[in-house]
């Protein structure tokens, strides 16, 4: 799928005022549980959730410590609320710290189809950056969110509703269309582009290589 600048997209989403809603954000409120059966500390191999999201986390997915955006690990499998992991853990986990699972898209352009769309929340794929200058190229504010935790859901307000046709190009993993103010017409397309993960096989795994003679 193409779309403006020639610019190649994997996926379209269509939300209105009856589906309002794209989160690709990987946050299913999943908190840590410390036991002394599971740890999670470094060189456990496992941990357990504060509730069964095994409808949500799946062998072959990737794990995010929220607060850090560290690599928790790869699943390998998953029995209720016990997770366990294809590799020890290399870092200590705290008792109800959050965690998320890692997505595999973005949204890299919005676009407004009609002039009554009001967004109520846009979340950044990424929220690790110190502050930003204000549109008046004075002010600064610095961010709260500089260690990479989640946001409150209320991460973008609009009072006023956009222009159709307007896009709103970036990094994106949630938008949600303000469907509370009795307008039926809102509407947008999400445009998403496929994320690499950032999981990287252990190098032990790796196969041996064989010398020039085969020994």
Known sequence: ????????????????????SLD??????????VTSSFPAVVGSHSIRLNADHSDKLFPGDVLIHSLTNEIIGKISKVDDEDVYFLENLSMDISNNDFVHKETK???AKIQILNDTTYLAVLTPAAREWPGSTDTDLQTWSASEKFAGASD?????????????GAEIPGRFKRVVIDGTDGNNNEECLCYLIAVPSRYQTPKSWAPKRKHRFGV
């Open 1 to 20: 799928m193409t779309a403006s600048a020639g610019f190649a997209y994997d996926g379209l989403v269509y939300l209105n005022a009856a589906r309002d």
């Open 24 to 33: 690709l954000t990987g946050d299913f409120n999943m908190q840590v549980s």
């Open 105 to 107: 898209f973005e949204i």
């Open 152 to 164: 409150n859901g209320t991460a973008y307000s609009l009072a006023g509703g956009y222009p159709q």
